[in-house]
Nanobody, 122 residues
Framework: QVQLVESGGGKVLPGGSLRLSCAAS????????MGWYRQVPGLQRELVAD?????????NVAYSLKGRFTISRRDAENTVSLEMNDLKPEDTAVYYC??????????????WGQGTQVTVSS
């Protein structure tokens, strides 16, 4: 049974920081690109950042978020994290953890977490 469990969401003041974490189970973690997406009601889910798997994994952050958001992964712990700094009200959204199979028998598989709410408001 595959599970992606997010944690770390909440309410924060503008300019504040949050760290989201996603713990994966039931998958061979290193075979997956791990990512964070976000969605505002009425809008499409958008990529925030992802980190490819394998020995030469690379991180990628949406252009508009570079400098404020950082993604990291710990394959030994099956976790991926998103550090968010200088948060703005427009960052308010539900944030979802995503696992996308990249190698071997994981190729083509995709899994989502249930999402965690991030609210940036004074």
């Amino acid at each position: 049974q595959v599970q992606l469990v997010e944690s770390g969401g909440g309410k924060v003041l503008p300019g504040g920081s949050l760290r989201l974490s996603c713990a994966a189970s039931g998958i061979t973690f290193r075979l997956y690109t791990m990512g964070w997406y976000r969605q505002v009601p009425g809008l499409q889910r958008e990529l925030v950042a992802d980190f490819s798997g394998g020995a030469n994994g690379k991180s990628n952050v949406a252009y508009s978020l570079k400098g404020r958001f950082t993604i990291s992964r710990r394959d030994a712990e099956n976790t991926v994290s998103l550090e968010m700094n200088d948060l703005k009200p427009e960052d308010t959204a539900v944030y979802y953890c995503n696992a996308r199979g990249e190698f071997g028998n994981a190729y083509g598989q995709e899994w989502w977490g249930q999402g965690t709410q991030v609210t940036v408001s004074s």
